[in-house]
């Protein structure tokens, strides 16, 4: 018989004691992949790299209250964990951490990262606390795993810089990969929310992938104004009913400042809800000519 790809010996980890014996009997360099569960091409992908690049690979699957708003999705948020759990294996991982939320977040769980500046636009401006729930949670597993490397997708392009920075700013051992975004055959951005989308939903979640893309043409087309290219999307995406605009943002890639004028490489994100499904995707505008 050949080499098997399934991963009889992948571990499951359930509470912080077990995950960090583990932990310690791992081959260095270890990757770390955190997710949320309910596992796609995305989420694959960074385990793929995280494979490729470390001698042993760690995924977490914790759906994390603190970065859901009181009116947002938590208890809806899609979970397969047993979906999750072969999908791992047959990766060849060697560990998956899966606390409940009272491993967690104790009943006396009382001490929070908050990442100033850039935390308060976009995702945050329209998620008041998720930047606090997500450095809290990305801290807490970080210190449990120990990784040497972790992973993240540029997908959630203000998620990977909150977390390069409080990496940074608190001196954190880990190297953070941030890795691109993995798209449909037709342009959409893979997201566990995905699944929630009807028929005539996901055809007009598109418009996402068709404002950015007008973004990208508008730009190597000479065009330099912010302002002219965000106007134009936004009249695309409008052009869609069951579309609403949360934001459309053309701004710096570190500082996430709004930019006038395009004379240097500038993300370009949107979060739109197509009816109740809440959508973000980005792509980086090219700053030369
Ligand atoms: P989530 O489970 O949504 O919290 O995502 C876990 C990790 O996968 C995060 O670092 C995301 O940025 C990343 N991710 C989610 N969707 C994609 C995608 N389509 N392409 C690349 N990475 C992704």
């Known amino acids: 018989m050949g080499q098997s790809l399934l991963n009889e010996g992948m571990k499951v980890a359930r509470t912080i004691p077990t995950m960090k014996e583990i ?8 990757g770390f992949v955190p997710t949320m569960g309910y596992l796609h091409e995305g989420h694959l992908s960074l385990v ?14 914790f759906v994390n209250p603190t970065q859901f708003g009181p009116q947002e999705d938590f208890e809806t948020y899609p979970r397969d964990a047993e979906r999750d759990l072969t999908l791992l294996r047959q990766e060849g991982i060697d560990v998956v951490f899966v606390p409940e939320a009272e491993e967690m977040y104790p009943a006396d769980f009382n001490s929070w990262i908050v990442v100033e500046g850039m935390t308060e636009m976009l995702e945050g401006a329209s998620r ?5 729930g997500v450095a809290t949670v990305v801290a807490k597993l970080l210190n449990i795993v120990q990784p040497n490397r972790a992973y993240f997708g540029r997908k959630d392009a203000q998620q990977a810089l909150v977390i390069e920075k409080m990496v940074n700013d608190l001196n954190m051992s880990p190297e953070i990969i941030v890795a691109p975004t993995v798209r ?3 342009g959409l951005a893979v997201s566990s929310r995905n699944v929630r989308l009807d028929p005539e939903e996901r055809q007009a979640a598109l418009v996402l992938w068709k404002s950015l893309s007008l973004a990208q043409q508008l730009r190597s087309g000479g065009e330099r104004s912010a302002d002219r290219i965000r106007q134009q999307m936004i009249a695309l995406i409008e052009g869609e009913p069951r579309a609403r605009i949360d934001y459309v943002s053309i701004a710096d890639p570190e500082s996430l400042r709004e930019l006038d004028e395009i004379d240097r490489p500038a993300l ?3 979060a739109v809800r197509i009816g109740k499904t809440r959508l973000i995707d980005n792509v980086i505008l090219d700053g030369a000519s």
């Open 23 to 30: 932990r310690g009997e791992l081959p260095e360099p270890v």
């Open 48 to 61: 793929r790299r995280a494979r490729g690049e470390n001698r042993s690979v760690a995924v977490s699957i």
């Open 128 to 132: 008041p606390g998720h930047f606090r």
């Open 184 to 186: 449909e055959p037709d």
């Open 268 to 270: 370009v994100s949107l």
